[in-house]
């Protein structure tokens, strides 16, 4: 078996958590979640587990590609501080403000 990605395991959470809204039995739940998503049953009941911790569905972000910038440091500690201060990673921040920066530009072009 291939190890799950972060959108995986959200889609496989989600997944969890609409049968156990639903009242799915714990068992039968585990063998949907196993032949579904080609888990094994004890991994499946460990995303059951995790999903009755769940509020309600998590977001399925889309996949990410890592890359690497050169920033000045006076930006990075900007980013830190900003990233700390509202919970985000810096990943997130950045896309935030690169998408926010490329809206404007079509707005201009």
Same mark, same amino acid.
């Not at 972000?61 to 201060?85: G, H, M, N, W």
């Given at each position: %078996? =291939?190890?799950?990605? $972060?959108?995986? $395991?959200? $889609?496989?959470?989600?997944? *969890? ?7 799915? @039995?714990? +068992? ?19 995303? #059951?587990?995790? @999903? *009755? ?12 590609? +890592?890359?690497? #910038? $050169?920033? +000045? +440091?006076? =930006?990075?500690? #900007?980013?830190?501080?900003? *990233?700390?201060?509202?919970? %985000?990673?810096?990943? @997130? #921040? ?16």
């Amino acid at each position: %078996m =291939t190890r799950s990605t $972060k959108v995986d $395991k959200a $889609k496989q959470l989600n997944a *969890a958590h609409r049968l156990l809204q639903r009242g799915v @039995a714990l +068992p039968e739940a585990a063998q949907r979640l196993s032949c579904k998503f080609d888990l094994s049953e004890r991994q499946a009941y460990r995303y #059951l587990e995790e @999903a *009755a911790q769940l509020d309600g569905p998590v977001e399925v972000t889309e996949a990410t590609i +890592p890359i690497t #910038l $050169k920033l +000045p +440091p006076d =930006t990075v500690r #900007l980013l830190r501080i900003q *990233a700390a201060r509202s919970g %985000m990673t810096i990943g @997130a #921040l950045v896309t935030r403000a690169l998408d926010a920066f490329i809206n404007a530009l079509k707005g201009h072009g």
